[in-house]
């Protein structure tokens, strides 16, 4: 399995812009997660799904990001409109239904809002 | 809410050391706690995943533990090399699947 593939892997956009981010998880796996991490907040989970359904947003910052997962093996986190303090990496993670609850993450989206 | 902390957060070793990372926890009802790699600029490697109703996990020359009870986990790296120059992160498991990370040690291993 070619593990979690994440898509674009840099991004520099202009303030205001509409960002979208992709993630496609490792095949079987039945959860999918965004994570942010932030040199002054380290890690932290923005949203997760469970078979395509949102189960837990409570980490979203705010109305301008929003995530959907259309199909099992594809998902995107949006920004619109795009803000400086948004620039950040943007990992996404996958895990499967039963054993372990291991989670396997991809290699990040560097986004950068000027 | 579960607040995840990692002492040091970083250290310098000369190769061929044994060394011992640490991290502790607020909540001890977790699920299980994973440690990560992370090397600069890149994504995150899974290295040992211990159950909560484990109390250790080894794989090659790491070797995790985990006490519940007192909230600690350690990550053990024998005879250290300057490949394992890394963050390392520790990362808990709720019961709804979610991580909380800590913020990680920065390890460096020097030739």
């Known amino acids: 399995d070619a593990g979690v593939i994440q898509s674009p892997r840099h991004e520099v956009t202009e303030m205001g812009q509409e960002v979208t981010l992709r993630c496609k998880p490792i095949?079987?796996?039945?959860?999918l997660f965004w994570y942010r991490q932030t040199m002054m907040r380290g890690l932290e989970l923005l949203i997760y799904f469970n078979n395509n359904v949102p189960i837990d947003d409570s980490g979203m910052p705010e109305d301008r990001f929003s995530a959907k997962m259309p199909n099992a093996s594809f998902s995107t986190l949006k920004i619109q409109p795009s803000e400086p303090r948004d620039s950040a990496v943007y990992f996404c993670?996958?895990?499967?239904?039963?054993?372990?609850?291991?989670?396997?993450f991809g290699p990040g989206t560097r986004l950068t809002v000027t | 809410k579960q607040e995840v902390t990692q002492i040091p957060a970083a250290l310098s070793v000369p190769e061929g050391e044994n060394l011992v990372l640490n991290c502790s926890f607020t909540d001890s009802a977790i699920y299980n706690l994973q440690w990560f790699r992370q090397d600069p600029g890149k994504g995150l490697t899974s290295l040992l995943l211990i159950q909560s109703s484990q109390r250790e996990q080894t794989s090659g020359r790491l070797n995790a533990s985990l006490d519940k009870s007192s909230g600690r986990s350690t990550l053990y790296i024998a005879a250290s090399q300057p490949g394992d120059s890394a963050t390392y992160l520790c990362?808990?498991?709720?019961?709804?699947?979610?991580?909380?990370f800590g913020s990680g040690t920065q390890l460096t291993v020097l030739p």
């Open positions: 993670a996958s895990s499967p239904h039963r054993g372990s609850y291991e989670q396997y």
């Open positions: 990362a808990v498991g709720g019961s709804a699947r979610q991580l909380t």
């Open positions: 095949s079987g796996h039945d959860y």
